[in-house]
């Protein structure tokens, strides 16, 4: 029981409930459970990305859709909320790969990538004025090896194999741990994470509501599929 009403403590993210909570940040989560899904595997020789674009919009421009964002040759993110705190957190995951290159001539670690933002997403949630950013991101990419991280708005990061955020999450979790394996191939990985999606919502999908993104072994290099390939892809699937 509260001793006063529970709304008391949601008008500041600083203010914890008796029990434990900070209501912004899970409000935030919820903005995450909200949105569209999107995943992440590594893979033998790389990293997937893929990420399901809800709108059906028939007058939106397509390329205004992006779901899947490069943040460095060797390193991209996708994500499930609110799109424009995903590209606020991907700009600064820009700036700082770009101040690592040029700082120490070499690619940015990933996972110093990935805990640089989740310390962000952790200060959002302490300072009365702000807010905590409502989305969650996978951040993948290639350093020493294919590497794959969730951000979550609580600041929280966790390493994955494979992992997905967004409203099919324990759907095509639940899907993952089944299919799963170790060191598949990134076509392997590609036509899995097809398959997951497809367990986790209704909606048909096609190359137009669907963003598929590799960074590959060779070269460190990051790839968004064009339409006719995602749609080889889905036939295969």
Do not use: W
Not at 1 to 15: E, F, G, K, L
Not at 18 to 31: I, N, S, W
Request: aromatic share 8%.
């Amino acid at each position: 029981m509260y001793p006063v009403s529970p709304q008391a403590y949601d008008r500041a993210i600083t203010v914890f409930s008796p029990d434990g909570r900070l209501f912004q940040v899970e409000y935030a989560k919820e903005a995450v459970r909200r949105g569209a899904t999107a995943m992440g595997l590594v893979c033998n020789d790389g990293v997937v990305l893929v990420a399901h674009k809800s709108s059906n919009a028939p007058l939106q421009l397509t390329e205004f859709m992006k779901k899947i964002f490069m943040i460095d040759k060797h390193m991209a993110a996708t994500a499930s909320g609110l799109v424009g705190d995903a590209r606020r957190l991907v700009d600064i995951a820009r700036v700082e790969s770009q101040k690592h290159r040029m700082t120490y001539g070499e690619d940015a670690n990933v996972e110093g990538i990935a805990k640089h933002l989740s310390d962000l997403a952790q200060v959002y949630t302490q300072y009365g004025g702000i807010r905590p950013f409502g989305v969650s991101l996978l951040l993948a990419g290639y350093d020493s090896e294919p590497r794959l991280f969730e951000v979550d708005p609580s600041g929280a990061l966790s390493g994955y194999y494979a992992a997905a955020i967004g409203s099919g999450r324990k759907e095509v979790e639940e899907y993952f741990e089944k299919e799963y394996k170790q060191g598949i191939s990134i076509d392997d990985g590609i036509a899995l994470a097809i398959r997951a999606l497809r367990k986790s919502t209704e909606q048909k999908l096609k190359p137009v509501n669907l963003d598929i993104a590799i960074i590959t072994k060779k070269g460190k290099k990051f790839e968004v599929l064009d339409d006719t390939n995602v749609e080889k892809y889905l036939t295969k699937a």
